[in-house]
């Protein structure tokens, strides 16, 4: 079965909340998201990506069976780089290797081309993960480089990968 990609409400706040509230996805992402994540977190995030020029974010909640099993999201980035957007995204263990990400990200890409300026989409996943780089590959992202010792994560210092798609 495919995911579906639809506007959040705020009637996702306890899916959500459930499936962020997991180490082995927060080590993933950037610093910033509460841990322990409440659904009153929740209802705060998905009001901010409400909220948010339709024009810069690109939030989606990743759903399957009208379920909510993960988050995408596209930014669009400032200055020189107004025409590029990054992304980020995340499927709920229980959910994992069902082929979601992969098809949400190409879905959320065919979106950003078709109704927006930008011309370049990227993602820069830490380099160990192995998953997400498979995910970006599988989605026609090209590897571009590792951005060496670009990050602090729990302590350690990581390299991270530069993964582009571009507007054809
Ligand atoms: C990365 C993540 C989004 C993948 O979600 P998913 O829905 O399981 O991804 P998919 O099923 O679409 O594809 C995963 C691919 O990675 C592969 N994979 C999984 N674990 C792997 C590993 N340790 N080494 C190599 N490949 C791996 C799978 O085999 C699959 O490739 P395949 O279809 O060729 O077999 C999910 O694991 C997650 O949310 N992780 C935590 C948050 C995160 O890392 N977000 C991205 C930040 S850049």
Redesign the pocket.
């Known amino acids: 079965m495919d995911c579906v990609l639809r506007e959040w409400k705020t009637g996702d706040k306890e899916d959500l909340s459930e499936i962020i509230n997991n180490k ?2 927060l080590n ?2 950037r610093d910033g998201i509460p841990y322990p994540y409440t659904v009153s977190d929740a209802e705060e995030f998905i009001a901010t990506m409400l909220s948010a020029d339709k024009n810069d974010t690109f939030a989606f909640a990743v759903t399957a069976a009208e379920k909510v099993v ?1 988050s995408i999201g596209a930014f669009r980035c400032g200055n020189i780089h107004r025409r590029t957007a990054e992304i ?4 709920g263990e229980p ?9 949400a990200v190409k879905q959320i890409c065919r979106h950003i081309f078709s109704k927006t300026d930008i011309i370049r989409i990227f ?4 380099a160990y ?4 780089c ?2 970006l590959e ?1 989605a026609g992202f090209q590897f571009e480089g590792t951005l060496r010792s670009n990050a602090v994560k729990n302590g350690k210092v990581l390299d991270m990968r530069m993964y582009a798609l571009l507007k054809r």
């Open positions: 082995n996805i993933n992402l993960g980020g995204y995340y499927i959910y994992w290797g069902k082929g979601y990400a992969s098809s993602a820069e996943p830490f993960n192995a998953a997400s498979r995910v599988k």
